[in-house]
């Protein structure tokens, strides 16, 4: 097919697409806060180093109350509480020679011969293990931290320099994904300078250094490894398995179907030796399954096939922890991003499910139907499941068979067949995940902070859909934490504390897990917020304490209905009335601004001397805009009453009461001019003239050029006190605080 005909199938694939994946239209959040907002109101603190970029490594340390940080030739440890204050550095640039060597090679060594710290863990009580590239020379370190909260220490230990090769990456473009699981470390990373050698390696620790076959594509395949973790499978340690998340190229995509990416799980014995005559020093338990994240239809499924990072959530049964992921698509039709959550249970039963096969380069890969040998490849040499001791003493069928068949027919599927949450169209894509279980009055909910490649986090909750384990993400919040836009390359997250770290190549940003006051000051807009940090305490929206005893507490998670709890004026405040004018044949704007953006406007207007409400339709004079009402042509007949109000969950909130009069031309020049002649007027009650004369623009054509004020919703913050002051020292008579002046003005 030539370039022509592809360009032809583009449109109706992008159509297939949108069909199957429903509404491309990306979901809106219901609160859009932007970084000067962030800054302002809700807590958000940023920490930088001079000359410094690529913060890529984040190390939570709950109990010295330290937050380390790996950056371009540095460590940091920043306070928990204030990554602003009490910050520690630590310079650890790479040797002048090693520069100057990787400068020889081709580098850029402005950008590239650097030491960029790519991994931090926790060593022991006093020290951290920390690796980096070391510009092309990986090196690892151990940094003393000491144990003292009082007194914070960072002190690089120049006696212990480890080599870093097999635990960090040579290029500071590859990612580090690594766990470090008593004094072992288990990576996975290139093994060489030019980036070919793929591995799974451990290193350290009592045990002999471990890594998978080289160059064999059945194994891995030019893999992007993502993350690393260690998950307990019994109560005996000997079953211990470590779990590798990376992405690769499918050795078993049909031909024709040219390189085809994929998203995969890996596994291995934490006992694992290797074998004794085949298989030396490499390991025999390794086993890979394919993680599929798609959306099905009728016409195929969409697949999301680039995994970027996967979060494991700690349940009460520790054996079995959720894996939430994000994935992007290699598509060049659409641009999208998905979530999918997975049961570490169906990851354990596609391992214990059927080999994949292959006999000759022609054939297909299919189910093996043959006999698998004893002990099953990729069970870890334990008394639970067997009488073998170690993976020496397994026999040579099993070690060969293993060496042949490391790929699992079997996929791991997600929770619910499907994605939990996915965007299309957005103009950005999903980079980074972390998650919380919060306890919220009706139950407990997964909260999702999610990162993107333009700098802002996503916060989502998993809520239930129908019978479990189907579930749907929530959008409640898109927070703007980086200035520049750049890319989230790390998240961690403080449960304790309520705050998230977020890192990027500029910057690491500290922003607390919930903005309660920000989603308004009414029953029904907490309620509608359906955020499980939040309630309705009687008098403000704040934050939910599961141990609090106080009755009137109200929260609705599931199902977000402010109906039943939210009732009398806090679920419908008393809306005062403010006046609006308007020249016949001229304009004027009703402003009505809902604070969740998922919310849907709608206007009644009510004519003076009657009592019917009719709703305003959308005409050629009357405009719907994203703030509010436009009116043109205004004519004597608009004069009246207009109500604005959100409608949210089947919920309607009234936001605005505005009364609107239209005056003859010739009436506002004659009032014009005789606001111009009278007198100063002593203290005393303002006439309502005076205050339509107020909004004539000094000197600027009579009464056709009018400013009209542009209303506030009362769900807002009220304006700071200064500014407050500044506009009532032009106002001859006060007014009440929750409808005090306007933010700005537009002029008609």
């Not at 032809?8 to 806060?33: C, E, Q």
């Not at 509480?81 to 910050?87: E, P, R, T």
């Not at 029953?523 to 609090?548: I, K, V």
């Not at 002051?725 to 005090?740: L, T």
Request: charged share 25%; aromatic share 8%.
């Amino acid at each position: 097919m030539g370039r022509a005909g592809a360009a032809a199938m583009i449109p109706g694939l992008a159509l297939l697409w949108a069909a199957v994946l429903g509404d491309a239209t990306p979901s809106p959040p219901r609160l859009r806060l932007s970084f000067q907002e962030l800054q302002a109101r809700h807590g958000l603190r940023i920490f930088r180093l001079e000359r410094t970029c690529c913060y890529e490594a984040l190390l939570v340390d709950e109990e010295r109350g330290r937050l380390f940080v790996g950056a371009e030739n540095h460590v940091a440890s920043l306070s928990l509480d204030n990554i602003s204050k009490q910050a520690k550095k630590l310079a650890w640039p790479a040797p002048v020679e090693w520069r100057e060597e990787c400068n020889w090679a081709g580098k850029d060594i402005g950008t590239e011969c650097m030491n960029f710290v790519k991994l931090l863990h926790t060593y022991n009580r006093t020290h951290l293990l920390a690796c980096g590239t070391g510009a092309f020379h990986p090196t690892c370190a151990f940094v003393e931290v000491g144990h003292r909260l009082e007194e914070p220490v960072l002190r690089l230990d120049l006696r212990r320099l480890e080599d870093g090769k097999g635990k960090s990456p040579y290029d500071p473009r590859h990612r580090a994904a690594s766990v470090l699981v008593g004094e072992e470390l288990y990576s996975g990373v290139a093994a060489d300078l030019m980036g070919r050698d793929f591995t799974i390696f451990r290193s350290l620790g009592q045990r002999p250094s471990l890594r998978t076959e080289p160059h064999d594509s059945r194994w891995l395949n030019e893999p992007k490894f993502v993350k690393v973790f260690w998950i307990p499978e019994s109560e005996n340690p000997d079953d211990d398995k470590i779990y590798f998340f990376f992405r690769e190229s499918a050795v078993e995509a049909a031909p024709a179907l040219g390189r085809l990416s994929v998203s995969r799980v890996g596994q291995i014995c934490r006992n694992d030796v290797g074998g004794q005559r085949s298989l030396v020093n490499k390991w025999t338990t390794f086993l890979k399954a394919r993680l599929v994240c798609s959306v099905p239809g009728a016409e195929g499924d969409t697949h999301f096939d680039q995994l970027q990072d996967v979060f494991l959530l700690s349940l009460r049964d520790r054996w079995s922890p959720l894996l939430y992921t994000v994935f992007t698509t290699s598509s060049t039709i659409f641009q999208g991003s998905a979530v999918c959550v997975y049961s570490m249970n169906d990851v354990r039963r596609a391992f214990l499910g059927p080999f994949a096969h292959k006999e000759g380069p022609m054939h297909q890969w299919v189910s093996y139907q043959g006999r698998v040998p004893y002990p099953r490849p990729g069970m870890c040499p334990s008394k639970t499941f067997g009488t073998f001791s170690s993976t020496k003493d397994f026999p040579d069928d099993v070690i060969q068979f293993a060496r042949n068949h490391p790929l699992m027919y079997n996929s791991v599927l997600p929770m619910g067949g499907r994605p939990l949450f996915l965007q299309v169209g957005a103009g950005y894509t999903f980079t980074q995940i972390t998650a919380d279980r919060v306890a919220a009055a009706d139950g407990h909910y997964d909260v999702l902070f999610i990162g993107t490649d333009v700098g802002t986090v996503l916060k989502v909750i998993s809520v239930p859909k129908g019978s479990r384990p189907n579930a749907e993400g929530l959008l409640l919040e898109e927070l703007h934490v980086f200035e520049d836009s750049a890319a989230i390359t790390s998240m961690q997250i403080s449960s304790k504390r309520h705050q998230l770290y977020v890192a990027s190549r500029s910057a690491v940003a500290q922003i607390p897990l919930h903005r309660c006051a920000a989603h308004g000051r009414a029953c029904a807009e907490c309620c509608l917020a359906r955020d499980p940090y939040c309630a309705w305490d009687g008098a403000t929206c704040t934050r939910f304490q599961p141990s609090a005893k106080r009755r009137f507490r109200r929260q609705d998670v599931k199902n977000g209905d402010p109906s039943t709890l939210c009732s009398g004026d806090s679920a419908h405040p008393t809306l005062l009335e403010r006046k609006v004018f308007g020249v016949e044949g001229g304009s004027a704007f009703l402003e009505c601004e809902p604070r969740s953006l998922q919310a849907r406007v709608e206007w009644t207007f009510q004519r003076a001397g009657e009592a019917a409400r009719t709703t305003v339709a959308a005409e050629e004079r009357a405009e719907r805009l994203p703030r509010g009402l436009l009116l043109r042509g205004l004519r004597r007949g608009d004069s009246g009453v207009y109500l604005c109000a959100a409608v949210e969950q089947g919920f309607s909130q009234p936001l605005r009461r505005l009364a609107l009069h239209v005056l003859g031309a010739a009436q506002a020049e004659r009032l014009a001019r005789t606001e111009e002649a009278a007198p100063v007027a002593p203290p005393g009650p303002k006439l309502w003239y005076r205050d339509f004369l107020q909004l004539v623009e000094p000197g600027g054509g009579g009464a056709g050029s009018l400013r009209m004020c542009r209303q506030q919703p009362e769900s807002r913050p009220p304006a700071p006190e200064s500014r407050r002051k500044g506009r009532n020292r032009r106002r001859n008579a006060p007014e009440p605080r929750a409808e005090r002046g306007p933010r700005s003005a537009a002029h008609w």
